[in-house]
């Protein structure tokens, strides 16, 4: 099994240090489905590639599995199925390259490096190839996968054999991946897709693997238009871990309701998600506080600026985000350019940091802030309050943010960890209801707190709402 990965940033011998591997060496690593080789078969200043070649030894490889489903590993004859020892996995991507992978470039994979922390952090010119993969699907589904991460995809299958084209095609696909991307992100996406579109996992799939799951698709995953097949698939079809993952994508991030690819109608109608609930509750807030002009703070995506759209009391609204992808995501969505012409004029969207002063928000009705503070460092929170509060002042602010009480709830979430990858906290209820006092004093506003979701007894409901209504001068 093979990967490559190739940049042209220059110099791009610096893919050395990002992968913490040195271009001029071969490296080895023993892994318990055989052993992992990273060599550069280039290594020049214009053009580096770096190979991952797993040889998978299929007596390792038949223990390892017998071992992951609690059974004895063993290779005595009674046990022996021809079909265990001889089959594709050898010479055909799948999960042990996505487990090679995590081994071999691990600090790549977290986005760490010594040498060159702020070209791990820097988007640049990225070819992966993956010259055998089976790809269940075939090359359509890569392109649905990959495409909406910024991959451009060449997706070609290979034919069962060259001299004899009658034959057809295999199951298998020659992919190569572009883009500029952080290596990082590159890996992140190889590591769950490579699993998704071989479809049939080498190892049990256990609860902890939805953390897993979560926390490598952080900034990414909640948003892909295929999560749900994602989901299921990286998963092993468990239902009810997939189910898990789903809510907890919902809840963390903000889009619409999973998708319906590989939908069973077996299923009950599901209700509607924590992040519709949470959609419902704000758009109710600011119908009862009478606002028309509204902005929406980190609107990422632009899931509630499309329920405020469909709302004709809104004569203007305003979405903001620091994240240019997250814009484009939204405009996407809302189709701005194919809406009629006065439907358009009553929606605006600018990039905007919400740690700086910015006059284009000034003078409005209402503003939202729905799953947004959370993801500032807290240092970063009072100016964040100096803008809302202090500077665009609105009449009304709504808030809305995780309860962490209601967390341990979230079956298969770890003991401390929260919801999403890129949380910098979460508040209990008396946190939230001692910033909201403080930010009430400080900045002349009155506020209720209440809860969004089925509440639990001791724990509260899983979300928490503010609507902050201005009363007077404040002494910040
Ligand atoms: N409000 C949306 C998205 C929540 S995710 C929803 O509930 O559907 C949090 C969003 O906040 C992300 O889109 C992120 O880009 C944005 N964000 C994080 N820090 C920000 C900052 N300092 N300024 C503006 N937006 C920020």
Same mark, same amino acid.
């Given at each position: 099994?093979?990967?490559?990965?190739?940049?042209?940033?220059?110099?791009?011998?610096?893919?050395?240090?990002?992968?913490?591997?040195? #271009?001029?060496?071969?490296?080895?690593?023993?892994?318990?489905?055989?052993?992992?080789?990273?060599?550069?078969?280039?290594?020049?200043?214009?053009?580096?590639? +770096? /190979?991952? @070649?797993?040889?998978?030894?299929?007596?390792?490889?038949?223990?390892? !599995?017998?071992?992951?489903?609690?059974?004895?590993?063993?290779?005595? #004859?009674?046990?022996?199925?021809?079909?265990?020892?001889?089959?594709?996995?050898?010479?055909?991507?799948?999960?042990?390259?996505?487990? +090679?992978?995590?081994?071999?470039? !691990?600090?790549?994979?977290?986005?760490?490096?010594?040498?060159?922390?702020?070209?791990?952090?820097?988007?640049?010119? &990225?070819?992966?190839?993956?010259?055998?993969?089976?790809?269940?699907?075939?090359?359509?589904?890569?392109?649905?996968?990959?495409?909406?991460?910024?991959?451009?995809?060449?997706?070609?299958?290979? /034919?069962?054999?060259? *001299?004899? %084209?009658?034959?057809?095609?295999?199951?298998?696909?020659?992919?190569?991946?572009?883009?500029?991307?952080?290596?990082?992100?590159? @890996?992140?996406?190889?590591?769950?897709? @490579?699993?998704?579109?071989?479809?049939?996992?080498?190892?049990?799939?256990?609860?902890?693997?939805?953390?897993?799951? &979560?926390?490598?698709?952080?900034?990414?995953?909640?948003?892909?238009?295929?999560?749900?097949?994602?989901?299921?698939?990286?998963?092993?079809?468990?239902?009810?871990?997939?189910?898990?993952?789903?809510?907890?994508?919902?809840?963390?991030? %903000?889009?619409?309701?999973?998708?319906?690819?590989?939908?069973?109608?077996?299923?009950?109608?599901?209700?509607?998600?924590?992040?519709?609930?949470?959609?419902?509750?704000?758009?109710?807030?600011?119908?009862?506080?009478?606002?028309?002009?509204?902005?929406?703070?980190?609107?990422?995506?632009?899931?509630?600026?499309?329920?405020?759209?469909?709302?004709?009391?809104?004569?203007?609204?305003? *979405?903001?985000?620091?994240?240019?992808? /997250?814009?484009?995501?939204? +405009?996407?969505?809302?189709?701005?350019?194919?809406?009629?012409?006065?439907?358009?004029?009553?929606?605006?969207?600018?990039?905007?940091?919400?740690?700086?002063?910015?006059?284009?928000?000034?003078?409005?009705?209402?503003?939202?802030l729905?799953e947004v503070v959370e993801?500032?460092?807290p %240092?970063?929170l009072?100016? @964040?309050?100096?803008?809302?509060?202090?500077?665009?002042? %609105?009449?009304?602010?709504v808030v809305t943010t995780p309860n962490v009480e209601y967390?341990?709830?979230?079956?298969?979430?770890? #003991?401390?960890?929260?919801?999403? *990858?890129?949380? !910098?906290f979460e508040w209990t209820r008396a946190e939230f209801a001692g910033w909201v006092d403080r930010v009430c004093?400080?900045?002349?506003?009155?506020a209720v707190v209440r809860g969004i979701?089925?509440?639990?007894?001791?724990l509260g409901a899983p979300t928490q709402l503010a609507v902050f209504?201005?009363?007077?001068?404040?002494?910040?």
């Amino acid at each position: 099994m093979l990967l490559t990965l190739t940049t042209t940033h220059r110099p791009a011998t610096d893919l050395g240090h990002l992968l913490v591997k040195h #271009p001029g060496r071969t490296h080895a690593f023993d892994l318990p489905a055989g052993t992992a080789h990273v060599f550069y078969p280039q290594a020049e200043d214009a053009r580096c590639t +770096a /190979a991952l @070649l797993l040889e998978v030894d299929p007596t390792k490889l038949a223990a390892a !599995r017998g071992r992951g489903r609690g059974r004895q590993s063993t290779t005595a #004859p009674a046990d022996f199925t021809l079909g265990r020892y001889v089959n594709d996995r050898p010479y055909a991507a799948s999960s042990l390259l996505a487990s +090679a992978l995590s081994r071999v470039y !691990r600090s790549a994979l977290r986005g760490d490096s010594r040498e060159r922390p702020e070209l791990a952090a820097t988007p640049i010119p &990225l070819e992966v190839r993956v010259p055998v993969l089976r790809c269940r699907g075939g090359a359509e589904v890569a392109t649905r996968l990959f495409t909406p991460l910024g991959w451009r995809v060449t997706a070609t299958p290979i /034919a069962l054999d060259e *001299g004899y %084209p009658q034959w057809g095609e295999s199951p298998y696909l020659d992919l190569t991946l572009t883009g500029t991307l952080r290596v990082a992100e590159a @890996l992140h996406h190889l590591y769950v897709m @490579l699993p998704v579109l071989d479809d049939a996992k080498h190892y049990w799939v256990t609860p902890d693997e939805v953390d897993k799951l &979560l926390r490598v698709g952080a900034g990414w995953l909640a948003d892909h238009p295929e999560r749900a097949l994602i989901v299921r698939r990286y998963l092993a079809h468990r239902r009810a871990l997939a189910a898990h993952a789903l809510e907890r994508l919902a809840a963390q991030c %903000p889009t619409d309701e999973p998708g319906t690819e590989e939908e069973t109608t077996d299923q009950p109608t599901p209700r509607a998600s924590l992040a519709a609930q949470r959609r419902e509750a704000v758009h109710a807030a600011l119908v009862e506080a009478g606002a028309q002009r509204v902005l929406d703070l980190g609107c990422g995506s632009g899931a509630l600026l499309a329920t405020l759209i469909g709302d004709r009391r809104f004569t203007e609204i305003v *979405g903001t985000d620091v994240s240019t992808r /997250a814009l484009d995501l939204a +405009a996407r969505r809302l189709r701005l350019d194919r809406l009629p012409e006065r439907q358009r004029n009553r929606v605006t969207l600018h990039q905007s940091a919400l740690t700086y002063r910015d006059e284009r928000l000034r003078g409005y009705d209402a503003a939202v802030l729905m799953e947004v503070v959370e993801h500032l460092d807290p %240092p970063r929170l009072p100016a @964040l309050e100096d803008t809302v509060f202090g500077h665009a002042r %609105p009449t009304t602010v709504v808030v809305t943010t995780p309860n962490v009480e209601y967390n341990v709830r979230y079956e298969g979430l770890s #003991p401390g960890a929260f919801r999403h *990858g890129d949380h !910098r906290f979460e508040w209990t209820r008396a946190e939230f209801a001692g910033w909201v006092d403080r930010v009430c004093t400080t900045y002349g506003y009155s506020a209720v707190v209440r809860g969004i979701g089925d509440a639990d007894p001791g724990l509260g409901a899983p979300t928490q709402l503010a609507v902050f209504t201005f009363s007077r001068r404040g002494d910040g």
